[in-house]
């Protein structure tokens, strides 16, 4: 029985994404150091739960166009069909700014009904009003990413935005008196704003050559539906990620909790940037596996990855046993206290990165609806638990109930992805070319 070679991913391949990812993590920490050390800790509470809700809004807002653009235009240029192109990039761009715009006012007016104990919502206000912008900033970085992969658009994103809101947090407060929320929340906005111009002006330069005196052509109907397609998981994905933060500022109004597990979370999410990165290293090496049906070398490289996961993970985790306290004395002497939240943090994640690419293996083995019934699933599991813990509990007990959901969810996808491969695996005595 031939097996084909497993050609694996080159390391400096991986270790060039995992930098690259590290570095961006390294600012968008730096920079919530920055906020956390310059308001109180009820005031970073407030823009943390801001920002959670936010990021809830703006992947609703793209209705899954900005995902399906990568799948899409790339097909259409290859084919010269520049109207369908252009009809895409200005339909998805009109979506992206009303239904940011009607989403923005809906989730204002819902968040007051479900914290009717309390009148103050300026910091949540203030913030949506930003919405359409990030949302229509997040649809032009995919487009821009299918103009020419990856490298400008990217660079864009993860430094030049992250490294733009830093600056401006660190010298607007020696330049304003009174510095409070509001002007934090501006400033985040505002370089949001900023990085959207620049990203349309990158766009432009890269677009295909005749694109901007082509005719529109529109199929509304189509990308609406197929785009639809891509906003489920994704979505899932990010009410999983958020949750614990709002369901703990909105039923126990604590936004000095808030501020802490908001804290713990910044720096345990190392672990999932990772993830993501690596994932772009192995999704292409599994999906030629995939096609040259090579069911040994699918399970060969998954196990690769965990395993190199599980080392990363191990390493991380010891330096947050040594030296967690530091990192969170970097956001303020009181964040101190949530050392023990942070170490359960870190264990659910490295427990989430060891496992985490069996979603990308179901999707791209075509399982994308157990996919998405698991992530749904898994979702109302952690909405219920981090709900039971913020009436029950205090922000430790929410963090407690958040890992448990998520080590149940990353699970029941590692046993899903066994069962498949199991299924799947040339059967004794058969060869694997006449599988």
């Known amino acids: ?183 934090a929340v501006s400033i985040y906005g505002g370089s949001w704003s900023l990085a959207l111009l620049i990203m349309a002006i990158y766009a432009a330069a890269v677009a295909p050559r005749g694109l901007a005196s082509t005719h529109i052509t529109l199929k509304p109907r189509k990308w609406l539906f197929e785009g639809l397609g891509f906003l489920g998981m994704s979505l899932v994905m990010t009410v999983f990620g958020q949750c614990s933060i709002l369901v703990l500022e909105v039923l126990r109004d604590d936004s000095v909790g808030v501020a802490l597990l908001s804290a713990a979370m910044q720096i345990a999410g190392l672990a999932i940037i990772v993830q993501t990165a690596t994932i772009r290293i192995f999704g292409p090496e599994l999906a030629r596996m995939i096609a040259q049906g090579d069911s040994a070398g699918q399970r060969r490289l998954v196990r690769k990855r965990s395993l190199l996961m599980a080392a990363l993970g191990a390493a991380f985790f010891a330096i947050i046993l040594l030296f967690g306290k530091r990192f969170l004395e970097m956001f303020g002497s009181e964040y101190v206290a949530a050392y023990p939240t942070l170490v359960v943090l870190t264990i659910g994640n490295v427990i989430n990165i060891t496992l985490g690419f069996a979603p990308t293996y179901l999707q791209f083995h075509d399982r994308h609806r157990l996919v998405l019934i698991i992530g749904v699933c898994g979702t109302v599991v952690a909405v219920s638990a981090t709900a039971a813990g913020a009436l029950y509990g205090d922000y430790a007990t929410v963090a407690k109930a958040y890992v448990v959901a998520l080590i149940a969810m990353y699970a029941a996808f590692q046993i899903s992805m066994r069962i498949h491969s199991a299924r799947n695996s040339p059967r004794p005595g058969i060869s694997a070319a006449s599988t």
């Open 1 to 183: 029985m031939h097996i084909s070679h497993l050609h694996t991913p080159r390391s400096l391949d991986t270790t060039l994404v995992i930098s690259a990812a590290s570095i961006a993590y390294a600012l968008t920490l730096a920079l919530n150091v920055v906020i956390a050390r310059t308001l109180p800790a009820m005031a970073y509470g407030e823009f943390s739960s801001a920002v959670a809700l936010v990021g809830i809004t703006c992947t609703c807002a793209t209705l899954g166009l900005e995902k399906y653009a990568l799948r899409l235009l790339p097909e259409y240029i290859q084919s010269s069909r520049l109207g369908e192109v252009k009809g895409y990039v200005v339909f998805g761009a009109l979506v992206s700014l009303v239904v940011g715009v009607g989403i923005s006012f809906c989730g204002l007016h819902l968040y007051r009904e479900m914290k009717p104990h309390t009148g103050d919502t300026a910091v949540l206000e203030q913030m949506l009003w930003f919405v359409p912008a990030i949302a229509l900033f997040l649809f032009v970085l995919e487009v821009a990413t299918s103009f020419r992969p990856a490298i400008g658009s990217t660079l864009i994103y993860r430094i030049v935005l992250p490294c733009t809101t830093l600056l401006a947090m660190i010298v607007a407060p020696r330049l304003i008196s009174g510095f409070d929320v509001g002007i």
